[in-house]
C-alpha cells in the first residue's frame, strides 16, 4: 500500500534507493534466443562468477512488459504505477545489483525495441522538484553503481551501429551509473559467430573482469586512479 505522505515533494524527492549488492545484472535485448547476445551474456556471467560476483540474465523477450505510457504516475509515487507487467519483476533486480551489463544487437541503428522500452520504464527512479522544466535527481545515483554497454551488429565497422552504444549508456549514465566499458561486436550475424573470434572473446572477458572487480570492491570504493 502507498503511505499515505507518498504524494509529498519532501517525502518523494529525499527517498534513495537500499543501497545495493555486489552483483552483476545482465540484460539482453534480443528477440532471438540463443544469438550471440545471449552468448556474450552466458560468457559474461561465467567469468565474472568465477571471479566471485553472482549474476544474473534477464532475457528482456520472456517478460511481457509495455513501453512506457507516459502516465507519469510515478511522479507521485515514487514507482511504476501505472503499469503492472513484467518489469515489476525486473526493478528488484535493478535495484539490488551494484553492476548493469546492457547487451542489444542493433536494429536500424539502435538498440532494440525491448531494449527501449526497458531503459524508458526505469523513468520511475527520477524525482523532480518544482515547475516543469526543473530540477530532477536519480534515486540510484550516489550509491556507486557500475555499468557496461554492449552492441551487436551485423555490418562490419561502428559506423553501422548508428546510435546504439549512445542509446544505452547516456539514460544510466543520467540513472547515476559509472560506464566502465562501451563495447561494440560489429561483423557477426549467425549464432555463436560473435565469440568465435578470439579477439572478441577477448574483450568480451577484459569487460567481464572489469565489471567483476569493481562491483567485488563495493559500491563506494575510490577508483585505482584516486587510491
Known amino acids: 500500500m502507498v503511505p499515505d505522505d507518498v504524494h509529498s515533494s519532501q517525502n518523494i524527492h529525499s527517498r534513495k534507493e537500499a543501497p545495493p549488492e555486489a552483483r552483476i545484472l545482465l ?3 534480443s528477440p532471438r534466443k540463443n544469438g550471440n547476445s545471449e552468448g556474450i551474456a552466458a560468457h559474461v556471467a561465467s567469468t565474472a562468477e568465477k571471479a566471485g560476483v553472482p549474476c544474473f540474465h534477464a532475457r528482456l523477450p520472456d517478460y511481457r512488459f509495455d513501453p512506457c505510457s507516459g502516465c507519469e504516475l510515478c511522479r507521485k509515487t515514487g514507482t511504476c504505477a501505472g503499469l503492472q507487467d513484467g518489469m515489476q519483476l525486473l526493478y528488484p533486480l535493478v535495484v539490488k545489483s551494484s553492476g548493469l551489463i546492457l547487451i542489444s544487437p542493433v536494429h536500424n541503428y539502435n538498440v532494440t525495441a525491448w531494449m527501449k ?64 566499458e562501451e563495447l561494440p561486436v ?39 586512479s584516486e587510491v
Do not use: N
Open 27 to 29: 540484460v539482453t535485448g
Open 117 to 180: 522500452a526497458f531503459i524508458d520504464r526505469l523513468y520511475c527512479f527520477y524525482d523532480f522538484m518544482g515547475d516543469r522544466p526543473g530540477p530532477w535527481s536519480s534515486r540510484l545515483a550516489g550509491q556507486g553503481r557500475k555499468a557496461a554497454v554492449v552492441s551487436v551488429g551485423e555490418q562490419h565497422g561502428k559506423e553501422g551501429i548508428g546510435m546504439t552504444l549512445e542509446a544505452m549508456r547516456l539514460p544510466l549514465e543520467a540513472l547515476g551509473y559509472e560506464i566502465l
Open 186 to 224: 560489429t561483423g557477426v550475424f549467425p549464432r555463436g559467430g560473435a565469440l568465435k573470434s578470439p579477439e572478441v572473446t577477448g574483450r568480451v572477458t577484459e569487460l567481464a573482469l572489469k565489471t567483476a572487480t569493481a562491483v567485488a570492491r563495493g559500491p563506494l570504493a575510490k577508483p585505482d
